[in-house]
Nanobody, 119 residues
């Protein structure tokens, strides 16, 4: 079992930056790929980024590639978000997947943190 708690969300102007953090507990966390998803109002939850257990491999959605960076250490996952746009407004969820970083699915979820980008 993995327990995930996100932090770092908030209100930011378009073009600004935010860094999301996800604190993980559970002895198997470092053995699995981690990911970020997001869900905007009225839309389905969508994949944002994923990172391999070692941190050496990453995968990004086309909509954030080049603007967002996912990273991790033994107990945390981070999402650095730059050049934010109004369409990035959503609740962001940290996740752990038992599959590969290309599966774009999750098996454990955090509770989410709100990111609002004002234009």
């Amino acid at each position: 079992q993995v327990h995930l708690v996100e932090s770092g969300g908030g209100l930011v102007q378009a073009g600004g930056s935010l860094r999301l953090s996800c604190a993980a507990s559970g002895r198997t966390f470092s053995s699995y790929a981690s990911a970020w998803f997001r869900q905007a109002p009225g839309k389905e939850r969508e994949f944002v980024a994923a990172i391999s257990p070692s941190g050496s491999m990453t995968n990004y959605a086309d909509s954030v590639n080049g603007r967002f960076t996912i990273s991790r250490d033994n107990a945390n996952v981070y999402l650095q978000m730059n050049s934010l746009k109004s369409e990035d407004t959503a609740v962001y969820y940290c996740a752990v997947t038992l599959g590969s970083i290309y599966s774009r699915r999750a098996d454990f979820w955090g509770q989410g943190t709100q990111v609002t980008v004002s234009s």
